[in-house]
């Protein structure tokens, strides 16, 4: 049984249009996060939720939008993609709550191509 | 701000030896969580070791063990008797009481058979 599930792991599509990746975990963590590793693999937060509420909003175009219907749930929404959204998206958690010393449990990620 | 920077983007071992990683931060906390990430082919994210800076005595897991120097900002990670499975990117990455990690630009490391 996954612990931080992501779907798609694969997402291709065209400039333009709009995706979402879903992600969702059965720890019972707090805080959901969404990390992007681009081309040169550096990994770099975007956003977190702590219990459905937003926490951490990095400097991320407006197009991506996360949703967190519930604190086991974090959705990432893209609209009008471009080519520069091209990376890998991985999806993590956390106990959060100043809890985090055993680091996140990540998803697999989700390899975005923007054609 | 906290940052994290691993020097070496590449290096590379003979399989059994031991390989050591480099990774400096910068910070002025004083209560901070360290880790090292490995990210083989796979593209899986799995945590490796981890460090409590309030800890002085160096975190250790089977074949993996960092020299982690506070006052320094140092923390290396030592592979030894380095296998084929060890081949991966590895990120070193800080994390405050915020939860939230900061990865340095990770090192790729070749095990020569």
């Known amino acids: 049984d996954t612990a931080v599930s992501q779907t798609p792991k694969y997402l291709v599509t065209q400039m333009g249009n709009d995706k979402s990746i879903k992600c969702e975990q059965n720890l019972g963590h707090d805080t959901m996060y969404w990390y992007k590793q681009d081309s040169k693999k550096f990994l770099k937060i975007m956003f977190s939720y702590n219990n459905k509420e937003l926490i951490i909003n990095e400097t991320v175009p407006n197009r991506f939008s996360p949703k967190s219907p519930d604190k086991a749930h974090l959705n990432l929404h893209i609209n009008s993609l471009e080519l520069g959204d091209s990376a890998v998206y991985f999806c993590a958690s956390s106990p959060g709550g100043g809890q985090g010393s055993y680091g996140y449990t990540f998803g697999s990620g989700t390899r975005l191509t923007v054609v | 701000a906290q940052t994290v920077t691993q020097s070496q983007p590449e290096m590379s071992v003979q399989e059994a030896e031991t390989v050591t990683l480099s990774c400096t931060y910068d910070?002025?906390?004083?209560?901070?969580?360290l880790f090292w990430y490995k990210q083989p082919p796979s593209r899986q994210m799995i945590l490796v070791i981890r460090q409590e800076a309030y800890k002085q005595q160096n975190a250790t897991e089977n074949r993996f063990s960092v020299n982690f120097q506070k006052a320094a900002k140092s923390f290396s990670l030592k592979i030894s008797d380095s296998q084929l499975g060890d081949a991966a990117m590895y990120f070193c990455?800080?994390?405050?009481?915020?939860?939230?990690?900061?990865f340095g630009k990770g090192t790729r490391l070749h095990i020569l058979p």
């Open positions: 990455a800080y994390m405050n009481r915020d939860d939230k990690i900061i």
């Open positions: 910070t002025s906390e004083s209560d901070y969580y």
